[in-house]
């Protein structure tokens, strides 16, 4: 079984969802995966015995297989060991009694929606249905940049939003945003024609008050504060981009309930198992992983940020993906380059 070299375990319930979001990267998967759960995982999860371990439940959408996931928090609870939660969702099948429960087990729960204008992208707001979702202790909402969402149009959303978050749980609820991926899977809709100077000078802008902030109660502080972060930790350790700089199967693992690990959770390329040695397992990863970078992010002076990208975007889409990630991390760059001075 593998040792537990890892931070992060995705794990993959299923690719059914009850929504259809205009930029899901999981479009076009016709397997299915086996929903019958295999004990060995929770031995191995339980393996991870670290404050600092996160297991992740993912679909599709997760929700789904709500059974699941409580059968396996529990397994893992009784075997007395520590392990972080985190779900990504969007919303639609939570209620009172699941809401008690992730709130019971510390989950943190990482909600779909992209702002005033969300509708444009995923077909309605969850807000305007769900009000119980304020209830949520650890909230996170998770936004995707495209030419009907810009950060001043999420950050406005959210901030509407928080003040109600706050009356409830005296604190706020926590945000992050990142640009669309196209990966060839959203041929219905250009989300990624944006107005590139418009995304550049919110996100330098919103930076730069971050950077000069005097006490404000900034609601997108800590978003903006991790990308800064990985800009000055960058300057001391250049990512791996012939790999692309992804975590994804290298210190993350994706893994389906039989066990079974995946080179990425958006995709069905099998890299090996949980009873593979590690050696194997990196051998088997290395072999699918193949995709290379070139000049361009060696000489992008946003590559700490990027990290090379996604590595499931085609080649023939690369050159308008790094347009669109250049946009939006040149700004937190900029913005930190002009405050030293």
């Known amino acids: ?15 059914d969802c009850n929504a259809s979001c205009k930029y899901c990267l999981q479009k076009g998967i016709q397997k299915s995966l086996s929903t019958e759960i295999n004990e060995d995982i929770i031995d191995f999860i339980s393996s991870f ?12 959408e997760p929700l789904l297989y709500w059974d699941k996931i409580k059968y396996i928090v529990q397994k893992v609870h009784n075997k007395k060991v520590y392990s ?18 992730l709130n019971k087990n510390d989950f943190n729960v990482s909600l779909s929606w992209d702002g005033i204008n969300t509708n444009q992208t995923r077909s309605f707001d969850i807000f305007s249905m769900n009000s119980k979702i304020l209830n949520i202790k650890n909230l996170l909402i998770n936004s995707i940049l495209t030419k009907y969402s810009y950060p001043s149009d999420i950050i406005d959303g959210v901030i509407k939003i928080n003040e109600k978050y706050k009356k409830i749980h005296g604190y706020n ?7 669309f991926c196209d ?11 944006m107005d590139y100077n418009k995304l550049y000078e919110e996100i330098y802008n919103l ?12 609601i997108y502080q800590e978003f903006i504060l991790d990308k800064l972060n990985k800009i000055t930790n960058g300057l001391k350790y250049d990512p791996v981009i012939s790999r692309g700089g992804c975590k994804c199967g290298w210190n993350h693992l994706n893994m389906d309930l039989q066990g079974n690990l995946y080179r990425c959770h958006n995709t069905i390329q099998l890299v090996g198992n949980i009873n593979d040695t590690l050696d194997m397992y990196y051998k088997k990863l290395s072999q699918v992983d193949t995709r290379k970078r070139d000049t361009r992010c060696s000489d992008c002076e946003v590559r700490w940020l990027c990290q ?14 790094c347009e669109v990630q250049k946009a ?10 002009d405050w030293g001075k």
């Open 1 to 15: 079984m593998l040792s537990p070299n890892f931070d992060t375990i995705y794990l993959m319930l299923g690719f």
């Open 49 to 60: 015995n670290n404050k600092n371990f996160l297991v992740t439940f993912i679909g599709g």
């Open 84 to 101: 972080k939660y985190r779900i990504f969702t969007n919303g639609l099948l939570l209620d009172n009694e699941k809401i008690e429960f």
């Open 173 to 179: 609820l926590r945000m992050h945003i990142e640009p």
């Open 183 to 193: 990966t060839g899977t959203c041929n219905q809709d250009s989300l990624n024609n």
């Open 207 to 218: 930076t730069t008050k971050v950077l000069n902030n005097n006490g404000e109660d900034l």
């Open 308 to 321: 090379g990208g996604c590595k499931t975007v085609p080649e023939e889409l690369e050159e308008k993906y």
């Open 328 to 337: 939006y991390y040149i700004g937190f760059y900029k913005a930190l380059e």
